[in-house]
Structures are given as structure tokens and as C-alpha cells.
């Protein structure tokens, strides 16, 4: 009975272990907004099935977080995010001057427009805009996450309203010209889901 307790647990085990190795990534020198922390958890998550997903040769993730620490640290408020994708770290920045520095430590660069702090901003605006909202737009969005490729925010969306709220988003504009994307949600998450 004990096996059988002990051998239950290891998936959740092992996922919680690549979920945090890529938290500490998308994360690295970042302060965390309360709206935001949960959701770089499912960033981070992503990012990881990612990596070990999509490339067929072992990454150093040790060594790609790291560089992505080290980076964090050089750029200062230039760094928006880093996360890994074909078994390489990417690193976005606000500075056109900084994507050499990224090129030289290993890392590819993407310039982005919207700095790390505007992004957090960005969801607090979302989510404060969500609550001003009639049922069920509501209760509509599900998650919230930076999207470093395309430097502005992703909203996970009940699959039924996702429309509805891509309406409303890109006519009252509330967060400006910060680009959004959308995806349809699986569902709101849990305490047990981020852990």
C-alpha cells in the first residue's frame, strides 16, 4: 500500500520539479505581481514541456539558466523575459543595443517593445478591466501570461466567450497598443495546478 502511495505521486512530483526549473527562468530578476505570480507558473510550465518536447538531444538547462541569471543581471529593467524553446535560450529586450549582448552570451535576442513592468501592469489593467465586466465575461478569463515572442500578453479564455472578449478587448482597448493574444482555456486553475 505504501509502493503504491509513493509511485502515485511521481508524475505530480516530476512535473512540479520542470514546472519550477522553468519558473526560476521566466522569472529571473523580476518582481512578482500577485496576478502574475500564478501565471508565470503556467509560463514556466509551458516553457519546460517545450524543451523537452521539442528537441531530441539533451539541454543543459543548468547551464541555459544560468546564462539566462546572468543576463537578467546585465540588462537590468532592458530584460523582459527568457524562456527556452528548440533547446535554446531566448531572451527578449527593450533595447535594439542589448540583442548582441544576448547573441554573445549564446542566446537569441527578440526585441520587444513593452518592457517587463508594463507587461505585469498590463495584466493588473486586464484583470481590473475583467471585473468591471457583466457575467459571463466575467468570468470569461482563466489565466493571464506574458508572452515573450511577441512581447505583449496572452489571456487563456473560456472557449465559449473567446470571441466575445476579443471583441470588447480590441474595442475598449484597455491596456492600450499592448498586443494580445488568445487561447482557449482548459479551465480556471487550481492551487494543486501551479504547485
Known sequence: MNFNARTSRTP???ASTAAMAALLLTGCGQGTDPGAQATTSATGSESSQQTENSSGNTVDQDALLQTNDQL???LGDEYVQGWIKDGQLNVSTTSE???????EAGAIGHLVQFS????????SEIMKWQGKQENPVRTAIHAYTLNPETGGITLSVDKSQLDEVQKLIEAEKPIGEIPVDYKQSGG????AATQ
Open 97 to 103: 543595443a542589448q540583442l548582441s549582448a544576448i547573441e
Open 12 to 14: 505530480i512530483m516530476l
Open 116 to 123: 517587463s513592468e508594463e507587461l505585469r501592469s498590463a495584466i
Open 72 to 74: 537578467s543581471e546585465a
Open 188 to 191: 480556471i486553475m487550481s492551487p
